[in-house]
């Protein structure tokens, strides 16, 4: 069964950065299409950026464009979000999720990672 392990989460003041790690095992995490999902408090999750295999595009959700970098590091397993200009609205659990289409039609989740951004 693959796994997604997410680590980095915090407690940062605004305006600072921070850097999420999300660690793979038990799948083709070279052929996933990679994401990384939030929940704020008292809302639903939401998308936050997602990358694709092989041709590495990148997609972001509007709240984050222009602050927030995701990258894959294939070698490693790992994915990444990096988050520059943090606000407290980025306040929420971070997730990480693994989707094998078209290969499989096998998703993942992690366990999940907080950051919380104060004032």
């Known amino acids: 069964q693959g796994q997604l392990v997410e680590s980095g989460g915090g407690l940062v003041q605004a305006g600072d950065s921070l850097r999420l790690s999300c660690e793979a095992s038990?799948?083709?995490?070279?052929?996933?299409?990679m994401a990384w999902f939030r929940q704020p408090p008292g809302k639903e999750r939401e998308f936050v950026a997602g990358?694709?295999?092989?041709?590495?595009?990148?997609y972001y959700g509007d709240s984050v464009a222009g602050r927030f970098t995701i990258s894959r590091d294939d070698a490693k397993n790992t994915m990444y979000l990096q988050m520059d200009g943090l606000n407290p609205e980025d306040t929420a659990t971070y997730y990480c999720?693994?989707?094998?289409?078209?290969?499989?039609?096998?998703?993942?989740w992690g366990q999940g990672t907080q950051v919380t951004v104060s004032s």
């Open positions: 999720h693994a989707d094998g289409q078209p290969y499989n039609k096998n998703k993942y």
């Open positions: 038990g799948h083709r995490f070279d052929r996933d299409v």
């Open positions: 990358i694709t295999p092989f041709n590495f595009k990148t």
